[in-house]
């Protein structure tokens, strides 16, 4: 009923207010591929610093220093990239509601979606929310927890600490499984996503097949590389 | 063939509908899916009670006319066929068969299993056309010379039916297939260049105001398409979209 209701106020708003901002369905498309596509970039750029906490701690440390105090970094890239993360999971949100109107008022009695396409493209919206669940983790598990160190406090500068906090925050079995999870529908989504924002920006020839591999490798790989850095730093714990 | 179908019955435009269950006998393995629909329509009359309505018109997969949801699936069950073209032999004796109409908020019922696709007409009168000069001097089309494979791929384009089974399988009821291999028909061709700017702006836009979905590439309209049209001409679409925007 109140589900109902919410629906009948939300659902014309959220038309209307979407066709306000971005008239047409293909750009809409394209705000979802390209906001998509800089997070897979994100994604990669992460990956790489994140390997050197297993073979090169001190370059962990001293990348991890630079890219905390770095003023480009800090006061253009990162904002870029919250902003980033909020325009794709807004613009998800939004066009899953529009999607759903678009059925139109009776729904199928009997609607065999997995005859004619995967679940994982069908439920974007799933894999995505788990995503933004555990972006809150980890916003609150690391940045937090940095700002708070930074920019409130007399904490002194210390290019030496990063490796050590990281390793403590996967001490506990909850986390490490969280994260593993997590990144299991990560790989998910861009299972779906990475190949299908090329597909949105209209990439169309004698490559896509190529890319299509290489979507699917990349999509597989990163994700299971960050839980398997995930694992190793469970197992071993820094000590005193 | 004893079969329990379970339809759509709704009065008209503007009434509720609802589900209705009709036990049949005597179906035939070698009937089309609409000639059971027509001994069940027989035995309604014969009792006084009212047809159920459907859409249909050339019975061999050429009109695209008889559209509805079979099963969950448009079309029903089989592959790159149409429901005149789906033979009973494709179910089993004692099967329960769900009926109901293709869904989409721009593909309002009619009544029963018809909904009104006009919809798509517009898409298509927006810019699925060239100009032609017809003033005497017409040029004749086979005096532009068209590569095989162009004209190949432009065919193929061309042969989607407006059947509509690409919104009705998407889960974002989005006419983009459609849309797309309406634009591609004319933009893989040199006659249709003149327009090619306008045509993809203004299809998208009709696309839209019509309440169609936004796709997500999940590709359920290529897989039911009974022509085949694949997710290569909503890439080509984009692109001519993209194109098209930049030039203003
Ligand atoms: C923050 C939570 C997230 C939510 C709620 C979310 C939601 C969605 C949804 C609903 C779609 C499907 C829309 C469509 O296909 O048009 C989508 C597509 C996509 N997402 Fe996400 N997502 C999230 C995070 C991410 C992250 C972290 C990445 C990359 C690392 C990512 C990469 C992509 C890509 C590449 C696409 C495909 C775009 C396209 O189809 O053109 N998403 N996302
Ligand atoms: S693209 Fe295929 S499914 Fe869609 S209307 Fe054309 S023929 Fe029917
Ligand atoms: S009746 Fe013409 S396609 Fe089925």
Aim: charged share 15%; proline share 4%.
């Amino acid at each position: 009923m109140l589900i109902t209701r919410f629906y009948s106020i939300f659902v014309p708003l959220n038309t209307q207010l979407m066709s306000a901002l971005i008239k047409s369905s293909l750009a809409r498309k394209v705000v979802m591929a390209l906001s998509g596509l800089f997070l897979v970039f994100f994604l990669g750029q992460h990956f790489v610093i994140n390997v050197t906490s297993v073979i090169a701690p001190d370059t962990f440390n001293s990348w991890s220093h630079f890219m905390g105090y770095n003023p480009l970094v800090q006061y253009v890239l990162q904002p870029i990239l919250i902003l980033g993360v909020i325009v794709h999971f807004v613009m998800g949100f939004m066009l899953e509601l529009q999607n759903r109107a678009a059925r139109g008022g009776v729904k199928y009695a009997s609607y065999k979606g997995s005859a004619n396409a995967s679940w994982i493209s069908r439920n974007m919206l799933i894999s995505g929310a788990v995503v933004l669940a555990f972006l809150g983790l980890h916003f609150y598990d690391f940045w937090f927890p940095e700002m708070t160190y930074k920019y409130f406090g007399d904490n002194p500068e210390n290019a030496t600490r990063y490796l050590e906090e990281t390793v403590h925050k996967f001490e506990p079995i909850w986390r490490t499984v969280l994260y593993i999870i997590s990144f299991v529908l990560l790989a998910l989504h861009l299972l779906h996503g990475f190949a299908s924002s090329f597909q949105t920006m209209g990439v169309n020839n004698k490559y896509s097949s190529a890319i299509k591999t290489f979507t699917k490798v990349y999509a597989i790989a990163i994700p299971l590389g960050f839980i398997l850095i995930a694992i190793y730093h469970h197992l071993n714990p820094i000590t005193h | 063939m004893k079969l329990n179908l379970k339809i759509w019955r709704q009065k008209d435009a503007t009434s509720k509908g609802q589900m209705v269950e009709y036990p049949l006998k005597g179906i035939e393995e070698d009937m089309s899916f609409l000639e059971m629909l027509d001994v069940l329509n027989e035995q309604l009359i014969n009792k006084g009670e009212e047809p159920i309505e459907f859409d249909h018109d050339c019975r061999e997969g050429i009109c695209g006319t008889c559209s509805m949801q079979i099963n969950g699936q448009p079309h029903g069950p089989d592959r790159l066929i149409t429901v005149c073209q789906l033979h009973m032999r494709s179910f089993n004796d004692g099967d329960t068969i769900v009926i109901e109409p293709f869904r989409a908020k721009a593909f309002p019922v009619i009544k029963d299993l018809i909904v009104d696709r006009s919809a798509f007409d517009r898409i298509q009168q927006a810019g699925g056309f060239v100009s032609v000069n017809t003033s005497g001097n017409t040029l004749d089309a086979n005096a532009i010379p068209i590569g095989k494979d162009i004209a190949d791929t432009a065919f193929n384009s061309a042969t989607c039916i407006g059947c509509g089974a690409c919104v009705a399988a998407c889960k974002n009821a989005s006419a983009m297939l459609f849309t797309s291999a309406k634009v591609s028909q004319f933009a893989l061709l040199p006659q249709g260049q003149v327009e090619a700017t306008e045509r993809v702006q203004n299809m998208v836009r009709q696309m839209d105001i019509e309440g169609f979905g936004n796709c997500t590439n999940t590709g359920a309209c290529e897989v039911e398409c009974p022509k085949g049209i694949s997710l290569e001409n909503i890439a080509r679409m984009n692109k001519e979209y993209y194109k098209a925007s930049l030039k203003g």
